[in-house]
């Protein structure tokens, strides 16, 4: 039976690798995914057209205007001369951020006056807009302490000292590229366990299954472990990704963070086999997958934090076994998170799988009979 069992565990897995359009679900979309995710999702702000609007023209403001020129942050597209074209420039998004220096600026430095710059945002994306403020107030408070510090001026008695633990350079690609670890494993799997049970059917090769000497279970087992060993080297090809690509450091233990996917895979096959048993078709499968892919990734906590979502929200992704994943991966990645401290991330992943499986393999008969 054991033989039997390997029989179709071989073949399956070239059923997947010897179908161009299976090749291109595994090549194609996990490069393609990495890319996009890896450069362009990114919550860093880099060449940020602004305005400059001027009125003091003196060394102290050139200054400040210098090291916003100066800013990787910011780029200056355009100086203005009056405050009549401001509000044309926010409204055609030809810039994001007017920077006005009163033409007292110097007068009130020099008398050591508070000297007010005004900043003014396009607050259409808000979230946009507060990276920006909090680039403003640090360049600001850097020209401060400098004028401060060159002029023999008081210095304020408190300064706000900023470290970030886990990720000090602040880089959002060490924060993203970690989490696109659990969404290609997901995306992978549930694909191909999905169209295995489909493909037999649409084929007309299912009832050939049914007529040998293996159980349902075993059929069931043969579909789901080619699955597993593609979505292990589908996470291992990230993981390398990763570190070697994109040089987000890997501090933790490679036990935890592959008991953890493990177990997230497992999980996933027995949703990806639900699935499977339940259409006729691969297009259905396809369609399936899908409707099952969106809200995971978006109650994961995979681009935004689940404790920003309504309570209701909240309980709904205890179900969701990308939540857990997502944890044990950048828990990995960043903080260097051992096995032990993982492990109420890793036994509601254990209860799921136990409860898509069994739920799979019921349908799986029910659906063979």
């Known amino acids: ?26 090549i194609g979309p996990p490069l393609i995914q990495l890319i996009v995710f890896g450069y362009a999702a990114t919550f860093d702000l880099n060449h940020v057209p602004i305005a400059i609007y001027n009125q003091d023209h003196s060394q102290a403001s050139r200054d400040l205007v210098a090291r916003f020129s100066g800013s990787p942050t910011f780029t200056v597209t355009d100086v203005l001369d009056s405050p009549h074209r401001i509000k044309l420039l926010l409204d055609s998004r030809q810039v994001q951020m007017v920077l006005v220096i009163d033409r007292r600026f110097t007068r009130d430095l020099l008398t050591h006056q508070p000297a007010p710059v005004q900043v003014i945002l396009d607050g259409r994306n808000s979230n946009t807009a507060l990276l920006i403020e909090g680039y403003v107030n640090s360049i600001v408070s850097e020209f401060s302490l400098a004028w401060a510090a060159e002029h023999g001026t008081r210095v304020p008695q408190a300064t706000l000292d900023i470290r970030a633990l886990y990720n000090p350079s602040l880089l959002s690609q060490w924060f993203i590229v970690p989490g696109i670890v659990a969404l290609l494993t997901e995306v992978e799997t549930l694909l191909v366990v999905g169209l295995s049970v489909a493909r037999e059917r649409e084929m007309g090769t299912f009832d050939q299954l049914l007529v040998t000497p293996l159980r349902p279970i075993d059929i069931l087992i043969g579909k789901g472990l080619p699955g597993l060993i593609i979505g292990i080297t589908e996470a291992s090809v990230v993981i390398a990704a990763a570190v070697l690509w994109f040089d987000v450091p890997l501090r933790g233990d490679l036990l935890a963070l592959y008991t953890g996917l493990g177990l997230f895979i497992l ?16 297009q259905q499968a396809l369609l399936g997958a899908f409707l ?16 920003n979502m309504p309570q209701w929200i909240q ?26 401290v993982l492990v109420p991330q890793l036994w509601p992943m254990a209860l799921i799988a136990v409860v898509t499986l069994t739920i799979a393999g019921w ?3 029910k659906r063979s009979t």
């Open 1 to 26: 039976m054991l033989r039997q069992l390997l029989a179709l565990i071989l073949k399956e897995l070239l059923a997947v690798l010897r179908d161009p359009r299976s090749r291109m679900v595994l």
């Open 267 to 282: 999980a996933i096959t027995g949703i990806g086999l639900g699935i499977s048993s339940l259409v006729a078709t691969q």
């Open 315 to 340: 309980t709904l992704t205890l179900v969701n076994p990308m939540r857990y994943c997502l944890v044990i991966v950048r828990g990995v990645f960043l903080e260097g998170t051992g096995l032990q």
């Open 292 to 307: 099952f892919l969106v809200p995971s990734i978006i109650l994961s906590g995979f681009a935004t934090p689940i404790a």
């Open 363 to 365: 349908l799986f008969r």
